[in-house]
């Protein structure tokens, strides 16, 4: 018995070297392979531990370390992933060889969460088949058919919003923009009235502030992005339970009562419910697609309300926010809204928008400065032999495209936290690197909503900006703090400022 503490003391010791070693072999792998990378530390690897830090900044501090070579390694637990840095390689990735990285290895679950089995999430075939369903619901023509609807709803959220500035003229502009984005996917997706503005805690606006408070940590986070089979075996989820019964609810409903009606509209809702009814084929393949289920048509559903208010709204609220940081800014787009607007007595139409160049590159250097999304992700098919170098990223790694580092390389973007509509003039983007923008991904897999999301903020600006005046006032946050607990970037606090009916 006197020994006992000794051996329980050895047996403690052993555990503890054997877990060291297998963790700094772990860690040796990208120096074996005399690659760049990011000190990792025991045992979440290049994660913070006992903190919540946002994508942006932990990508953003392994591509800080960027040099000549293709990519800097990282690791997230034990696992490492490629962090590319040079834009030629990102090309490689998004476009050349997409062959070999179509797969994101995005945590889905469709037994337990169907919502999580949405297009983003999906990969192989079932991607491939679900995104050529769904691609012609966003053609230009669709777009340029759901344009009167997107001004009819903007005209609304006008109206209410002058009426709001009777009693305070002070607002979290972010929630504002929210509710109008809303309004705009309520009517163009699921054909409901959500009336947002007027009515703040009406169910749709509810659970979309609910869809991106998610139920996991970030322990939780790195579980299901760099084991998701593990994940799936421990029945894993990323949303709450309220929002996964509201939005099967609030579909069932919607297809029974179209059915039931036989109501036929050109919208989002009314083509998942033929795809529902309908058997596809694949032209290229020759195959016939089977339908969708109830739980498919409602990922699908949720997914375009998801991603379509937050990345839009998010859009439009950095864009308010610099312009009344920098009101010279703000005042040459008022001025080509209205001299636009002139030219077509008044009228909102898609060939005035159109010619609003000015518009369109303020959207496009918040979408620069404050990138939704700020990581691209996509996991190797096969082994593939990085060009012009000996490293080979092995299949099933994961390459992660920091985009918000991009983003803010001063290489690319000279004085890049400065907000400057003029870098996104067509001369500009001409001598630019591709690759160097990239809000939307690129490549087959880009955001197939893109040009739903891009009209939405469009309109929107346009007319805020024909009707009010946005100035900061006390309540505004200069600088710019970001939430660390949400994924897609977002103003931690809301985005208070002052407006004023012109």
Not at 56 to 81: C, M, Q
Not at 159 to 174: C, N
Not at 353 to 363: F, R, T
Not at 470 to 493: D, G, H, R, W
Request: charged share 25%; hydrophobic share 40%; net charge positive.
């Amino acid at each position: 018995m006197k020994f006992y503490p000794l051996t329980l003391l050895t047996i403690i010791i052993v555990l503890f070297s054997l877990v060291y070693i297998f963790f700094k072999r772990k860690f040796a792998y990208w120096s074996d392979r005399g690659v760049k990378y990011l000190e990792p530390r025991i045992p979440l690897g290049n994660l913070p531990f006992g903190r919540y830090e946002h994508l942006k900044t932990i990508f953003g501090n392994i591509y800080a370390l960027k040099d000549k070579s293709p990519f800097i390694g990282g690791y997230i637990f034990t696992n490492p992933v490629v962090v590319a840095t040079d834009l030629d390689f990102v090309q490689d990735i998004l476009v050349r060889d997409f062959q070999n990285f179509h797969e994101r290895g995005v945590f889905n679950n469709e037994k337990d969460e169907p919502l999580s089995a949405h297009l983003f999430s999906l990969d192989g075939q079932r991607w491939k088949s679900l995104r050529m369903k769904l691609s012609p619901t966003f053609t230009s023509g669709k777009m340029k058919f759901m344009f009167p609807t997107m001004v009819d709803v903007a005209e609304k959220f006008c109206e209410a919003l002058t009426e709001v500035l009777h009693k305070e003229s002070i607002h979290d502009v972010k929630d504002l923009l929210a509710r109008f984005t809303t309004d705009v996917i309520g009517t163009c997706a699921f054909g409901i009235e959500c009336n947002s503005l007027k009515d703040p805690d009406n169910d749709f606006r509810k659970y979309g502030r609910l869809t991106f408070e998610l139920r996991l940590g970030i322990i939780g986070r790195g579980i299901v992005m760099q084991f998701p089979e593990i994940a799936k075996f421990l029945h894993m989820k990323i949303f709450r339970e309220d929002v996964t019964e509201f939005f099967m609810r609030i579909v069932r409903e919607t297809v029974d009562y179209r059915r039931k009606n036989n109501v036929k509209r050109n919208d989002f809702m009314n083509l998942l419910i033929e795809l529902m009814d309908n058997v596809t084929t694949d032209n290229e393949n020759n195959v016939k697609l089977d339908k969708l289920t109830i739980e498919q048509v409602t990922a699908q559903a949720f997914l375009f309300f998801a991603a379509g208010f937050e990345t839009s709204s998010t859009a439009m609220t950095f864009s308010l926010y610099e312009m009344a940081l920098n009101p010279h800014i703000q005042q040459k787009a008022r001025k080509e809204v209205n001299d636009v607007l002139n030219k077509h007595d008044g009228n909102l139409t898609y060939e005035a928008a159109k010619e609003m160049i000015y518009i369109d590159q303020v959207i496009n250097e918040s979408l620069r400065k404050y990138p939704p999304v700020v990581t691209l992700r996509r996991n190797a098919h096969d082994d593939y032999k990085v060009k012009n170098s000996n490293v080979v990223i092995q299949k099933g790694q994961t390459v992660v495209i920091p985009v918000y580092g991009i983003h803010h390389d001063s290489e690319y973007y000279p004085n890049p936290e400065k907000f400057d509509p003029d870098r996104f003039a067509s001369d500009q983007i001409r001598n630019r690197h591709p690759m160097a923008f990239l809000p939307f991904g690129d490549g087959p897999r880009n955001c197939i909503g893109l040009r739903f999301g891009r009209m939405q903020a469009r309109i929107g600006l346009i007319m805020l900006l024909k009707n009010f005046n946005f100035k900061v006032c006390s309540k505004t946050p200069i600088p710019m703090e970001f939430s660390k607990t949400i994924p897609t970037l977002s103003p931690a606090n809301g985005l208070h400022l002052k407006i004023e009916r012109i």
